[in-house]
C-alpha cells in the first residue's frame, strides 16, 4: 500500500452508532419500519460511519459495520440454515456471555444463494469513499463457537471448519467486488490451540487473494472480556497462519506481551492496538504516541499498521469519535518524530 503514510491508521471494524440507529432497529423489530425503510436507515448509517472516519483522518476505513444489527454475528445467525435456536438459561440481571442467544445443528450448515451480505456490505463502502479500505468478516471460530454441534458434527472445531467453507465463498466474493484488504476476526478461546486457529485461518482463506489480516480478540461486547486476556498460549503456533498482518490489542493491557512480538513476529506486519475501546476515559495524541513509541520498540515503522484494540460497536458515537481523533493525532506525531520535524 504504497500511497499510505508511514504507521497508517485504520480501524478493527465497528463504529460508534448514532442515537437513531437504536431507534430504527427497535422500529424494525417492532414492524413499524418496512424493509425498505430499515435499508434507507442502514445506508444513511453506513454513510456517517465512512464520513466520521474520513473527517478524523483514518487512513483505512470500513463501513463501521452498521447493518450487523444485533451484535456482530447474531444478524447472520438469522439467515444460516440448518440451525435452531436454544433456548437462553438465564435472563434477568446483569449482562453477560451466558445470556447471548446460543444454537443447535440440525442439519448441514448452509447460507442463503445471496451469502451472509458482506459483499453487499463492501460494494456499497467502496462507492461511498475514495479512501483505501479494508473488508471485514468473522472467523469459523466465531461462528462456529456459539453453534452445538448436535448429531451431525462432532465438536465446535468440527462446525467452524464447515464455516470455513462458507468463509471462503464469502471472501472470494469479496475479491471479486474489488477488496484488496481483508481482515479475519477470531476470538482467543482459550480451549483451542494457536495451531488449530491458524489451520482454521488457512482454510477459510485458502485461494483468496488479497492482503489478509487477522484479528485475534478476548471479546467486547458491553466493553468486557470474554477470555482470559493472554497471548501467550497462542504463539508461536497462531502464526502458522498465512496472514500478511496481525491485529492484536495492546492499550486497553498496559501494553502487555509486546515482548511476544518482539520474540516471534520475524518481520511480519503488525496491527496493533493502540487505543483502548473497553475504557471510558479519553485517550490522548501524546497517550496514543507513548504507545506507537513502545511498539516501535519490538516492530518497525514499516511494518506498522496502528489501530483501536477492537471495535466500537460497543461505546457512544461521540467517544469513539474523540478516541479516533486521538488516534491520528498521535500517529501523526510520531510520524514527524521520525521525519525529524
Known sequence: MADLPRIPTTVVGSHGKPGWWFVSVKAQEAGDFGPADLEEAMDDAADTAIRDMERAG?????????????????????????????????????????????YEAIGRIETPSGGLGIVKEFEYLKAHTTRRTKATCAGPLTFGSRIHPGKLYTGVVDVAERFAEVINAELRGLVAAGA????????????????????????????????????????????????????????????????????????????????????YGDGRELGAGVVDVKGFNQDTPEQVAARIR????????????????????????????????????????????????
Not at 482459550?190 to 489451520?199: D, Y
Open 58 to 102: 483514518i487512513d483505512i476505513i470500513t463501513d463501521g459495520e452498521v447493518r450487523r444489527l444485533d451484535g456482530y454475528v447474531d444478524s447472520y445467525y438469522a439467515i444460516i440454515k440448518g440451525i435452531e435456536t436454544l433456548p437462553v438459561r438465564r435472563k434477568a440481571g446483569p449482562w453477560g456471555y451466558d445470556q447471548q442467544t446460543r
Open 180 to 263: 484488496d484488504f481483508i481482515q479475519i476476526d477470531e476470538p482467543a478461546r482459550g480451549t483451542v490451540t494457536g495451531e488449530e486457529m491458524a489451520r482454521l485461518f488457512n482454510a477459510a482463506t485458502e485461494g483468496v487473494r488479497a492482503r489478509l489480516a487477522y484479528h485475534v480478540c478476548f471479546g467486547n461486547r458491553f466493553g468486557r472480556s470474554r477470555f482470559e486476556r493472554s497471548y501467550a498460549p497462542y504463539f508461536p503456533g497462531l502464526l502458522q497462519a498465512r496472514a500478511d498482518q496481525f491485529v492484536l490489542e495492546f492499550a486497553g493491557r498496559e501494553m502487555a506481551e509486546l515482548d511476544l512480538w518482539q520474540k
Open 294 to 341: 513502545r511498539v516501535l520498540e519490538v516492530c518497525r515503522p514499516e511494518k506498522l499498521t496502528v489501530n483501536p484494540d477492537c471495535g466500537f460497536g460497543w461505546s457512544p458515537r461521540y467517544m469513539c469519535n474523540q478516541k479516533l481523533r486521538a488516534l491520528v493525532a498521535g500517529a501523526q506525531l510520531v510520524r514527524r518524530q521520525l521525519a525529524g520535524t
